[in-house]
């Protein structure tokens, strides 16, 4: 789920990348076999207008919330016929850092891009390094981002690990109709809403307190967009 949409990473560095330049994005035609993407704690509200919000666990055993794009497999229902993100609805941040992501390497997040992006050029756009190798001010305020969003994520680990602590997740699954076909989503957690009403008074201050209660209001919102994208994708 996390890298569906990077097809060739490498980790950036002068002498590979001195002359490759950044171009604007035309489309979001890279995402448009992803059916779900990671959503940070700071997104919750916007996206939350336009697409469900639903908990997991990634590959290294991390709570993540993640966005569900589309109901059927490989396809995100939020790209029109032109490759772009339909109207006013939320483009998550992690389609929105795209060509860029940090990858660990010995205990170390490093910058990296996917060099197969079609933003990437050697003739134009924003330059990743000046003239003497050092990094540009557009790679500094790439850097400031990624950095915001890893530790947004790390903050959405800890209210999702408090979350289960309550033990207020519970497995569920959706089962929603597409062209005369079923499609069964499974694998994902939400909140309990009966076990939520039955917290004790100091538990729900300690999630207010937290920032999480008003996370958890926006995730049972978001639910309602089932419905939605099971019209888009028809």
Known sequence: ??????????I?????HFNLKVNPL??????????????????????AKSLPILFTKNEQQRFVAFALLGIKPQQNVLLDEN?????????????RRYPFVFVQEQQQLMLALDASSPSLSQQQGQALFTDDGKATDFTLNVMNF???????????E???????????????QAQMNSGGKKYQIQGFKR?????????????????????AYK??????MSLGNFKKLSVLAN
Not at 84 to 94: C, L, S
Not at 146 to 156: D, H, I, L, N, P
Request: charged content about 30%; hydrophobic content about 40%; proline content about 1%.
């Open 158 to 172: 800890k209210i999702i690990a408090q979350l289960d602590e309550l033990d207020l997740l519970e497995d569920a």
């Open 191 to 211: 909140i309990n809403e009966d076990k939520l009403n039955q917290l004790t008074d100091e538990q729900k201050l300690q999630l207010v307190n937290s920032g």
């Open 215 to 220: 996370l958890i209001i926006a995730h049972l």
């Open 1 to 10: 789920m996390e890298l569906g949409i990077y097809q060739k990473i490498e």
């Open 26 to 47: 035309e489309g979001y035609q890279f995402s448009q076999n992803l059916r779900e993407c990671v959503v940070t704690a700071e997104e919750f509200f916007e996206c």
């Open 83 to 95: 490759g772009q993100w339909r109207a006013g609805e939320y483009v998550p941040a992690f389609i």
């Open 12 to 16: 950036l560095n002068k002498d590979q």
């Open 146 to 156: 990624m950095k915001q969003y890893e530790s947004a994520c790390r903050k959405t």
